[in-house]
């Protein structure tokens, strides 16, 4: 027993250690280089000029679909400093919760995994919510597709496993989606095929493997990560496999990660249900 509660309390100072660590880095790379809200702003000022002007890895530059920029629009009808307060509230929100579904000991390490998250104002948030909630909602991974297109593996993941109800969904919402944000703005997703093909390069230099290989050397691996753990009821998988899956890697995608506690919970509930209900 007493071996088991020091190896706790190591467990726990460790956790401790590891958050205070990365909340002070955060702080210091947004106070020293990235700057406050560095990515909500982009957000916030797409509408503002021309879209897709700015090429990756500098200030305001717009990397997501024009779908996503029309469903943020009305918020981004804000002033600038209210629609970082309220963006940057969202993200702590979230992040909190999200940690929560962990044991008490490990909520306040976990949640400061989101101190860059939140001090930026990226979207890595909203997709640990996909990530979460996407396996019964399948229309939710339109979500990341339309913003950093490639941690979008629900669909995969429900290829991987035969279902295929789940897949449609996915699809259909995807396509819907798609189809409704063209109508209304044909010239702006140009705007964004352009831009794509004249930065994806980028994917394989210092703006997309800061601290990862190259995305073509990540995909095959992930992917093939990803089915494993498909076929083998490795929920787990799926939210590690996003955050390898970023087009442009750096330490803010870990906060994808804190949606493993409720995400495993939930999938042990529901085998248990499984087994309840055909008598195992």
């Known amino acids: 027993m007493e071996e088991i509660g020091a190896r706790r309390l190591t467990l726990r100072a460790l956790a401790w250690s590891g958050g205070l660590v ?10 020293s280089d990235l700057g406050l809200g560095v990515d909500s702003h982009a957000y916030w000022a797409a509408w503002r000029g021309e879209m897709y002007d700015h090429a990756p890895a500098t200030r305001d530059a717009f990397l997501y679909s024009p779908a996503f920029a029309q469903a943020i629009w009305p918020l981004a009808q804000l002033p600038w400093p209210v629609f970082a307060v309220v963006w940057g509230l969202a993200a702590t929100a979230t992040v909190t919760w999200l940690a929560t579904g962990a044991r008490r000991a490990w909520v306040v390490p976990l949640s400061l995994l989101g101190t860059l998250e939140v001090l930026t104002g990226n979207v890595n948030w909203v997709l640990a919510l996909v990530a979460l909630l996407g396996l019964r909602h399948p229309g939710l991974w339109t979500i990341a597709l339309l913003t950093k297109v490639t941690p979008a593996l629900g669909p995969i993941w ?23 944000s063209i109508a209304l703005a044909p010239e702006l997703w140009r705007a964004w095929w352009e831009f794509l093909s004249l930065h994806a390069a980028s994917t394989g230099g210092t703006v997309g493997s800061d601290f990862l290989p190259p995305l073509a050397i990540r995909l095959p691996v992930v992917l093939a990560f990803l089915v494993w753990g498909a076929r083998t009821d490795r929920v787990w998988t799926l939210p590690v496999s996003m955050t390898l899956m970023s087009p442009v890697s750096g330490i803010g995608q870990i906060v994808v990660l804190l949606a493993l506690p409720r995400l495993v919970r939930t999938s042990h509930a529901d085998e248990s249900s499984r087994r309840q209900a055909v008598g195992i």
């Open 22 to 31: 990365f909340a002070w880095l955060s702080v210091a790379l947004v106070a």
């Open 158 to 180: 429900f290829l991987a496993r035969g279902e295929w109800r789940s897949l449609g969904r996915s699809v259909t919402w995807a396509v819907a989606v798609t189809a409704v």
